[in-house]
């Protein structure tokens, strides 16, 4: 077997250069010279082009201009979208990420390579337009967009590289333009698996942002066999969690397991005559589902060892039901039968439960339209609604689903999360309609008595394709999307047109 090359040392000092060893690049002399006698003969200077990450990860975040970028544009229309970035933009955009990274080090990277402050200014621009309805991006957005992706063309350091496709990921899930960004994601992975030697910049911060954007695809349906995954090493599912910024990240890697096993199965699932998974299949199935149980008591003797605060009270909310919701799915991968939901009544419960308590300030009773403690936590991860919807569609308890669609409906912000739709809520409501014969309206739908009747199978959605024609006489405020049933007796799939009203 052949040797694996050794990567010439491209950073560090003269001397660790010249021997062709790793560097710890210390100021103003090297650890490694000075711990082996030897005269550390300093730093050459790097290109004026050229972003030197280490320097950048020892020293602390330096406070920035919030109003310029010296080295991208000074005109006061970009004095503005950074000020709109620092005080609108990066809360919103932080998640999974520590705040550091949308808060310290993409304002540190876009302030000295003017292709990261092109994307930053288009970012910003772009949340401001996403945030506010528009229906087109402005001019100055567009504009910083096309500069930085012609610049990009020229970079060759490819962590800058890494970095700005994180940005222009969330450019194109800002501009409902799914293809673009899954294209980004493919571009960031591929060159992310090929990079040999990983720095500390690659490790902390760029890594972690391509695994929390990775999910994205699959959330358009991206091709499980032909989209690649991120090939680095991750923690044990069942090592100790130190915070909930770590709880989120591993159980996102989970997340990405079980959405392309689920992606995989599903058009076989839906097929006419299906009798059960492969061998392999059920090893995978196994494998993920012993991961996830692992996370979960993990992530249950974090919250009994960590006074965690106020702030952590709806994240903690939304972990357990991501937690909840993947175990039942990934059970549930491999039936013919929507009978077979019914099983798993007391984890919807659980999760319409979880889902009131987040909406809820500590020490509040319940619920409620007007709190400001419930957050999405970030315009780009999947947030509450998205979740609730799987247990109105899932769920065929009337009463149950009735709570999870008036929760949705509640938590509706469409200007605070991307994954957030009119048309979504206006499906829910469709399919409780559709399976239990009644007609929601403009009712309280409190009114509602159920009387624990469950809908026959033959009722039963198993699943909705959204990619039905939008109606273009009423202004886009109908949209045709297709309820898919199983015919009883064939077994077959049979699909049929709904006009839902996504201004209801």
Not at 5 to 32: H, L
Not at 275 to 282: A, L, N
Not at 333 to 356: F, G, H, K, Q
Not at 454 to 463: D, T
Request: hydrophobic share 40%; proline share 5%.
């Amino acid at each position: 077997m052949a040797r694996r090359g050794i990567t010439r040392v491209k950073t560090g000092c003269a001397t660790c250069k010249t021997r062709r060893i790793k560097c710890d690049e210390k100021r103003p002399s090297c650890s490694r010279c000075l711990s082996t006698g030897r005269r550390c003969d300093g730093y050459s200077s790097p290109p004026s082009n050229a972003y030197w990450w280490a320097q950048m990860l020892r020293s602390r975040p330096r406070p920035m201009s919030t109003t310029t970028l010296p080295n991208v544009d000074n005109s006061a229309a970009a004095g503005r979208a950074m000020h709109f970035y620092h005080t609108v933009a990066a809360p919103a955009l932080t998640g999974s990420l520590s705040e550091t990274f949308w808060r310290a080090v993409v304002v540190q990277v876009s302030s000295r390579e003017p292709v990261a402050g092109h994307a930053v200014l288009a970012l910003a621009s772009l949340y401001e337009t996403f945030a506010t309805g528009a229906r087109r991006p402005a001019p100055f957005a567009v504009g910083h967009y096309n500069k930085a992706i012609g610049l990009l063309r020229s970079t060759r350091d490819p962590a800058l590289v890494l970095f700005v496709c994180v940005l222009f990921i969330c450019i194109e899930l800002l501009r409902n333009n799914p293809r673009n960004a899954i294209a980004h994601c493919r571009h960031g992975i591929n060159i992310l698996n090929e990079v040999q030697a990983e720095s500390d910049f690659l490790r902390h911060h760029v890594v972690p942002a391509m695994h929390q954007l990775s999910l994205a695809p699959y959330c358009y349906d991206a091709d499980p066999k032909t989209f690649p995954t991120i090939n680095r090493p991750v923690p044990s599912a069942g090592a100790r969690l130190e915070s909930v910024v770590e709880a989120r990240m591993r159980q996102i890697t989970i997340q990405i397991r079980t959405a392309r096993f689920l992606q995989t199965g599903e058009e076989r699932r839906l097929a006419a005559g299906y009798e059960g998974p492969e061998p392999d299949r059920v090893r995978t199935q196994k494998s993920i589902l012993v991961d996830l149980d692992s996370w979960h008591s993990a992530f249950q003797a974090l919250k009994a060892a960590h006074q965690l605060d106020d702030k952590e009270h709806a994240v903690l909310c939304l972990l357990e039901i991501r937690y909840i919701l993947n175990r039942t799915l990934l059970l549930l991968s491999e039936t013919t039968s929507e009978n077979e939901y019914d099983a798993y009544m007391d984890d919807y419960r659980a999760v319409v439960d979880l889902a009131a308590r987040a909406t809820a300030s500590p020490g509040d009773g319940g619920p409620s339209r007007t709190t400001q403690f419930y957050t999405d936590d970030s315009a780009i991860e999947l947030s509450f609604g998205p979740l609730l919807y799987l247990v109105v569609s899932k769920c065929r308890s009337l009463t149950v689903r009735i709570a999870a669609l008036k929760l949705m409906e509640q938590l509706a912000r469409p200007r605070v999360n991307i994954w957030v739709k009119s048309i979504t809520g206006a499906v829910a409501r469709r399919i409780i309609e559709v399976e239990h014969q009644i007609s929601l309206g403009d009712l309280d739908m409190s009114n509602f008595v159920d009387d624990g009747e469950l809908p026959p199978e033959e009722r039963r959605v198993i699943s909705v394709d959204f990619r039905w024609a939008a109606d273009t006489e009423s202004g886009g405020s109908l949209r045709q999307v297709g309820f898919l049933f199983r015919d009883p007796g064939s077994g077959k799939i049979i699909s049929r047109g709904e006009w839902i009203n996504v201004e209801h």
